[in-house]
């Protein structure tokens, strides 16, 4: 095809892509009157085939094929392998080393160009870096002849494409090849290299079951755009890979990353599990318009013998939003292994039982669609019933919310300012039932506080069953939301919502998604419940419209210029309704920030003044109460911020910031048996909810009173059983318990379900405590590579390499690291004593004496009763080899409740154990 020809053809195909798959053909009679075009361009966009292409690029000229028993370079030829848009494959033999390799001719004139052919050595030494059992390595690349060519790893067996021909995989032998494929992609993403074109052929299966990953990075190598530039989009360049398995991103020319490889990988196991591919249309636009848009079929309709935790792996990793795929391959292999550990005989029998129920299912399925479409299914109650006996998409009885921040279309900033104060006003508003239904929500400020954007995250960080994700597009005059009700265990979509309505009718947006959300839940709110959830805080529309910004803005509040934007517009909202109490109270909250961030005693009073205007036209509004309870105890007034946080659990009691305030309030009067009645007061009103046993389980941990936290903490853990803070909190309790064995298995079962950097920190110091310091090393090393700028944890990794032998050399620039990041949290908070007695002990552990006795001293006297700096103290005074000192420093931290297993076992007393005054007070507790 000449290039001329070449660019006629791909215009036309290029305008057909850009139309609905229902009116390409319409397009192309009209746009394609040769028919010899029109059957080209058809041609062209059939994609069944496995051969890997460069979509949408001209196919290079292939080499001529090498005669058996030629030579290339010092490799002997044996036998062709195959061939494809990459190159011809074939057998040779290196007589240098006396190996068989596989020897890859690349397609004529790809490298004649000085440029590409340096990129392309560039990127070829990289691969060949890699190195790994499940990864058929690149062993060298030469040119002869003017021919080019890549020699790699030959290895012995059969492609996994050449498998599947003969069936299905058994699921434990599926679930197998997907761990050590994953094992494979996440070996070559730590090296930044990104796969971009696995398929069943480039997977190779030896005879013993293992399998060899080919062709890695090759998309990249052979891609025409420099690098860093790989993709174009579809109409106007290039897109490496093969199309049935390529991810939405690709299409859509956006740069592929580690999670395009793992989509790829979601095609692989799903057609080794079901027979079929997850995208099944022949011809390509269909194709690429299913990828984009639809979902597949569920994986267990088309193979019942699947488990649904299998099924969940699938369908996590064929999210089209790569934001909700498995984002690392460490995440999906954790997955991967739980599922391999429950595949024992037993389970796989359990699941034989299900085979069978497909006919069921197609009239079940019947039934569905007859019953919810008809006007008896609009009761809440019945639709529910429905749905119950039918076993689809069933609610759960216990409802455990997390609203996730709506997305919003475009790049307008009020308007994701408006869908932010959306997402914030939903969740208040359901926070409202949760008293009276069986309905737990997390509060906004929490999901704001831990990032959660993804149903799989909400379930790690909170333990929640159900999140609602939304999103928000505005066009005109108009704006359109669409909610989606996910279960966070199957990632299922169990609901969806959808409306449309006018801009200017902020009220009706709100109304429709709070009653769109009640439906989707499957909740039956009576007349009087209704009343607050339809209660407009202001008259005037565009005022609501405005105060939906500025909450938006208030939420992201780390960036300085979105708190201005906040103050801005509330300001304006108040322009338009002079008494609107919720914005004079957002207000305050706004320079409060302002403060925070500045220090700037200005924004107090500021602050202060606003949220008292608040209380002008409502006196019982709780934002006012909770933004002035806020300021006089951040001001060290705790007693009037204990009156205005009572005053807000009066008006709201499902207010986890009023409790939270209250508690700590009377904590800094010094009261710790109020602020525990607190949350006692807050578990009463919500039994089933697992927040305040959380708050209720940190205070005991202050407090030193470590069995009463651990308590608090498994009660967490029964209400939350997927909350990975929850393993690790009552892991932390089992240490200062000298339970090590249960703490390693609560932190295990932490990181299983997604690795953190405080469930490895604190298995760490479980390995430390038992003297298995290479464990600890390796425990501490992980939880660093997983947050780099928490002194804590360089902190760790000192003491770790201090007390491992032959490594002490090492630890002192990790204590330096420590202390230069410790120093910056000081900056933020000078009053920190716990950041004071990290600096102390490490400035100790250096040697130097001076700093480390003014940063305990500076500890001491801001905290004087606090047991952690007690034991700091004695601690930097034994490296000082000042043991009655230390002695005397370990008896105020014990009788302040310190842990004494962990002074038993903290290897630098080991100098104090054989003082009978260390053994004494070791035995006294």
């Not at 690349?106 to 440029?115: F, Q, V």
């Not at 990953?213 to 998309?219: C, K, P, Q, R």
Request: hydrophobic share 40%; charged share 25%.
């Amino acid at each position: 095809m000449t290039p001329e020809r070449w660019q006629e053809v791909k215009k036309m195909l290029a305008g057909a892509l850009e139309r609905m798959p229902g009116e390409r053909h319409a397009y192309l009679d009209q746009a394609c009157a040769e028919p010899a075009l029109r059957r080209e361009v058809e041609s062209l966009i059939l994609a069944h085939e496995q051969a890997p292409t460069t979509f949408m690029a001209q196919p290079a000229a292939q080499p001529k094929e090498l005669a058996i028993g030629s030579r290339l370079g010092p490799y002997q030829i044996l036998a062709l392998i195959g061939a494809g848009g990459m190159g011809v494959v074939y057998r040779a033999r290196d007589e240098r080393l006396e190996r068989d390799v596989a020897l890859k001719v690349l397609p004529a004139g790809l490298l004649a160009d000085e440029t590409v052919r340096r990129r392309f050595r560039k990127e070829a030494l990289a691969l060949a870096k890699l190195s790994h059992p499940n990864i058929a390595v690149i062993h060298d690349f030469g040119e002869e002849g003017g021919v080019n060519y890549l020699v790699m790893e030959y290895v012995l067996g059969q492609s996994l494409a050449e498998r599947l021909k003969s069936g299905t995989l058994p699921e434990i032998e599926l679930i197998s090849l997907g761990d050590q494929i994953a094992a494979a992609l996440e070996e070559a993403h730590e090296h930044g290299i990104v796969h971009r074109d696995l398929k069943p052929a480039n997977i190779m299966v030896t005879p013993k079951g293992q399998a060899k990953v080919l062709d890695f990075g090759l998309a990249k190598l052979l891609a025409p755009a420099e690098a860093g530039d790989v993709t174009q989009s579809l109409a106007e360049g290039e897109v490496a890979g093969t199309l049935p398995y390529m991810a939405p991103e690709q299409l859509l020319g956006e740069p592929a990353d580690a999670r395009t490889d793992l989509w790829a990988l979601g095609v692989v196991l799903y057609e080794a599990a079901t027979g079929q591919r997850p995208f099944s249309e022949k011809l390509s636009s269909r194709l690429i318009d299913a990828i984009l848009h639809q979902s597949p079929v569920a994986p267990r309709i088309l193979n019942p013998r699947l488990s649904q935790e299998t099924e969940s792996i699938l369908n996590k990793a064929l999210a089209r939003d790569r934001s909700l795929r498995y984002q690392t391959s460490s995440e999906m292999r954790a997955d991967i292994n739980r599922v391999q550990y429950a595949l024992t005989p037993e389970h796989l029998t359990t699941i034989a039982l299900a085979k069978g129920r497909r006919a069921r299912g197609f009239t079940a399925a019947f039934l569905a669609a007859v019953l919810l479409g008809s006007g008896v299914a609009a009761i809440p109650s019945v639709r529910a019933r429905i749905r119950g006996w039918l076993g689809a998409g069933a609610i759960p009885q216990e409802r455990q919310l997390a609203v996730l921040p709506f997305e919003v279309t475009g790049g307008d900033p009020s308007a994701k300012a408006f869908g932010d104060g959306l997402t914030e006003t939903l969740t208040a508003k359901l926070a409202q039932l949760t008293t009276s239904h069986p309905l737990v929500v997390i509060s906004a400020s929490a999901v704001r506080a831990r990032r959660v954007m993804t149903a799989d995250q909400a379930r790690q960080e909170f333990g929640v069953n159900l999140a609602l994700e939304g999103n928000l597009v505005r066009s005109g005059d108009r704006v359109r939301v669409n909610c989606n009700l996910v279960d966070t265990r199957t990632h299922r979509q169990l609901r969806a919502d959808s409306i449309t309505v006018v801009t200017s009718d902020p009220f009706e947006v709100q109304d429709e998604v709070v009653n769109g959300a009640l439906r989707m839940l499957d909740l039956e709110v009576q007349p009087p419940g209704l009343e607050p959830l339809e209660t407009h805080v202001t008259p005037v529309p565009g005022a609501y419209d405005l105060y939906l910004q500025a909450r938006g803005y208030l939420q992201d509040y780390d960036k300085v210029e979105n708190l201005d934007s906040a103050i801005t517009v509330f300001k304006q909202a108040l322009a338009l309704d002079p008494n609107f109490a919720l914005a004079y109270a957002g207000l305050g909250e706004a320079y409060w920030q302002k403060y925070v961030a500045s220090k700037d005693a200005r924004w107090v009073a500021s602050a202060r003044d606003a949220c008292e205007r608040a209380l002008r036209p409502d006196p019982k509004l709780t934002a006012a109460h909770v933004c002035l309870g806020r300021i006089e105890s951040g001001s060290g007034e705790y007693e009037k911020a204990a009156i205005e946080f009572e005053r807000a659990v009066e008006t709201e009691p499902t207010s986890d910031d009023a409790y939270r305030g209250l508690a700590d309030a009377y904590e800094g009067l010094g009261k710790p048996a109020e602020a525990e009645k607190t949350y006692r007061r807050a578990i009463e009103l919500r039994p089933r909810y697992w927040v305040p046993y959380s708050a209720l389980g940190t205070f005991y941990d202050r407090q030193a009173r470590y069995a009463e936290a651990a308590s608090m903490f498994s009660q967490v853990i029964a209400l939350a059983p997927d909350s990975i803070r929850g393993y690790y909190d009552l892991g932390a309790m089992y240490i200062y318990q000298g339970r090590y064995a249960d703490a390693i298995s609560m932190f295990q079962r932490s990181i299983a379900i997604r690795p953190t950097a405080g469930a490895y920190s604190n298995l760490g110091s479980a390995y430390f405590y038992l003297r298995r310091y290479y464990e600890a090393d390796s425990a501490y090393g992980e939880a660093l590579k997983l947050s780099q700028n928490n002194y804590v944890l360089w902190w760790n990794v000192g003491e770790g390499y201090y007390w491992t032998p032959g490594k002490r050399a090492e630890s002192a620039q990790y204590y330096r690291q420590a202390i230069s990041r410790a120093k910056e949290s000081l900056q933020v908070n000078p009053r920190d004593a716990y950041v004071l007695g990290i600096l102390a002990y490490c400035h100790a552990m250096l040697g130097e004496r001076k700093p480390a006795l003014d940063y305990l001293q500076e500890g001491l006297t801001l905290a004087p009763e606090d047991s952690e700096i007690r034991f700091k103290a004695a601690l930097v005074y034994t490296q000082f080899g000042e043991l009655t000192l230390a002695l005397d420093w370990l008896k105020k931290a014990l009788v302040a409740g310190f842990s004494a297993t962990v002074v038993r076992d903290t290897p630098n007393f080991d100098a104090l154990r054989s003082d009978p005054r260390f053994k004494a007070l070791i035995d006294a507790k």
